[in-house]
């Protein structure tokens, strides 16, 4: 899970609909579905709506990188969710 920290950060310094504040949601979301998963192999309909948040999260991302590449680099480093990469 996302470390709470992070979530109270970014929830007092950032509005509810914040694109740092869904990725967050969007990224817990994604791992419970993640271990879902591993128990329920067979399960399309969860396969399918990963991949749908999977998607959501990476244009958000992308919207992010392109807008502000501080505010990026500071959530990226913050979720530690994957490799951090640059542009």
């Not at 979301?29 to 879902?36: E, V």
């Not at 990026?72 to 979720?79: A, H, V």
């Amino acid at each position: 899970m996302v470390k709470p920290s992070l979530i109270s950060v970014i929830s007092q310094k950032e509005n509810k609909g914040s694109v740092e504040f869904q990725v967050v949601n969007f990224t817990n979301k994604i791992r419970r579905l993640t271990s879902h998963l591993e128990l329920h192999k067979k399960d399309s309909s969860s396969q399918r709506g990963l991949r749908k948040i999977l998607g959501k999260r990476q244009r958000l991302l992308d919207y992010l990188s392109k807008k502000n590449i501080e505010r990026y680099k500071e959530l990226i480093r913050g979720l530690d969710s994957r490799e951090k990469k640059t542009r």
